[in-house]
């Protein structure tokens, strides 16, 4: 399973809010390409893997790449003033 910090969680929470999500929705980690990984707003599906908050989905893992993730931990960094662009969301990869 996927490793979710507080602050990714608080973000997730934020995103969530400001895009009127609807009950039963979570930001969903989705293959999107070549070793590349999307987030769309949506329920989960059958064989997702589901991080719950207060009983509904916060993080939906597309059960395509629910194995490549087990271990992996969402964090959200952000970036000094500096260098905005270091803010958002990091996946780091499983360790071995």
Known sequence: MI???E???NALQELLATNSALPG??????????????MVIEA???GDEV???EGEPLLI??????????????DYE????????RTGFRLRP???
């Open 78 to 85: 952000t970036g000094e003033a500096d260098d905005p662009r």
């Open 51 to 53: 991080v719950l908050y």
């Open 3 to 5: 490793t979710v910090t």
């Open 94 to 96: 499983p360790t071995t």
């Open 25 to 38: 929705q979570g930001v969903k980690l989705v293959p999107s390409g070549v070793n590349s990984i999307g």
């Open 61 to 74: 893992v597309d059960s395509r790449i629910a194995s490549d993730l087990d271990g992996a931990e969402l």
């Open 7 to 9: 602050r990714a969680a």
């Open 44 to 46: 989960p599906n059958e």
